[in-house]
């Protein structure tokens, strides 16, 4: 059974960092498809980054040279760490896999079908 679990979100200052952390079950994170999504209310969810098996990596342009997704193997974690937050950051974000080891990029919240809880991540001005 899948199960994943977010932590690291909170409350920052704009300018700030927060490193989010998804603890995965029932997978290898490594060798398959992930992705950070992050939802406000009366939005529809939206990808913020996504890795795969191959290590290839995409971003939503607005998050691009300011968050990193990567892989903790040893704690078979899947990582984003954010740098330069700014108020429109804030957000509920999750941590989602569709179980096959290549993403085709850009990857959509539809295609995935095994989520986490979510974190909550607010940035003030």
């Known amino acids: 059974q899948v199960h994943l679990m977010e932590s690291g979100g909170g409350s920052v200052q704009a300018g700030g960092s927060l490193r989010l952390s998804c603890r995965v079950s029932?997978?290898?994170?490594?060798?398959?498809?992930m992705g950070w999504f992050r939802q406000v209310p009366g939005k529809e969810r939206e990808v913020v980054a996504g890795?795969?098996?191959?290590?290839?990596?995409n971003y939503t342009d607005s998050v691009k040279d300011r968050f990193t997704i990567s892989h903790d193997n040893t704690f078979n974690n899947l990582l984003l760490e954010m740098d330069s937050l700014k108020p429109e950051d804030t957000g509920m974000y999750y941590c989602?896999?569709?179980?096959?080891?290549?993403?085709?990029?850009?990857?959509?919240?539809?295609?995935?079908?095994?989520w986490g809880q979510g974190t909550q991540v607010t940035v003030s001005s």
């Open positions: 890795i795969d098996s191959l290590g290839r990596t």
């Open positions: 989602a896999t569709n179980g096959r080891s290549i993403c085709w990029f850009p990857v959509r919240a539809s295609e995935f079908n095994t």
């Open positions: 029932g997978y290898t994170v490594s060798r398959v498809c």
